[in-house]
């Protein structure tokens, strides 16, 4: 199974994104969620119920916000990105693009 996991640091304004393979027990997704300590969990409309149950049980006893979102795809991430820094236009696309790549895969 293919986990892909992100995170916000909002003070440290940072994003860290990463992706494994996990196995049937979720172990290493266990691992990171008490690794990172999150505070909110963003998952995506389309997750297993065994991660769901994960979870849900990692947050039942700490007061985590979850929320269900929808899975962006390249061009949407795109799209979005170039609205929020559309105040400061970047002059290349394509180096903006694989930026966005490199963090989105």
């Given at each position: ?53 994960l979870v ?50």
């Amino acid at each position: 199974m293919l986990t892909l996991l992100s995170w916000v640091f909002r003070y440290l304004q940072e994003i860290l994104y990463t992706s494994f393979e996990d196995s049937l027990l979720r172990n290493k997704l266990e691992t990171y969620l008490f690794h990172i300590n999150p505070v909110e969990i963003l998952i995506p409309s389309i997750l297993s119920k065994e991660s769901e149950n994960l979870v849900k049980s990692f947050s039942s006893d700490r007061s985590i916000r979850i929320e269900r979102t929808d899975i962006f795809d390249f061009t949407e991430a795109f799209n979005h990105v170039s609205k929020y820094i559309s105040k400061d236009p970047c002059s290349d696309t394509e180096e903006m693009e694989q930026i966005l790549y490199h963090y989105l895969h």
